[in-house]
């Protein structure tokens, strides 16, 4: 495919994609992270089914952890708010000549919505009670 285009492999991996780029590929990787998620509860309830309590409780320490919870709702959150900014110009299509700052506008919103949570999160992690 790089040869029809005139493009070579060692350009092609040096390519700088901007915003765009990056949204596309966090939008992918959230969703493989959402699936992930998804998967590992999937596993618990078999091994609860199957094995019993011991296997299955430790399948869901796994997945109860602070790091794993900062993960999850860092894919949903972000999976969501992309979604909706690419539905919104889907819906509206003059809003694709804006495309950048859709998403400069997109990180406006989801940073604090995702920083104000992981750090109650965090906190109550590291200071019990």
Known sequence: MSASRGVSVLQALRYRGRQGMVSW????LTGLGIVLFVGIHVVAAFF???????????VTAAYESW??????YFC????????ARVALMDLF????RYQH???WLQWAVF???YMLPAFFLIRGALIPG
């Open 76 to 83: 949903v959150l972000y999976h969501a708010f992309n979604g």
């Open 101 to 103: 700052e859709l998403v």
């Open 67 to 72: 790091p794993t919870q900062l993960f999850v």
């Open 48 to 58: 609860l089914q199957q094995f019993g309590d011991p296997v299955a409780t430790a």
């Open 25 to 28: 590929t966090l939008h992918r």
């Open 111 to 113: 940073t604090p919505a």
């Open 93 to 96: 299509p003059r809003l694709l």
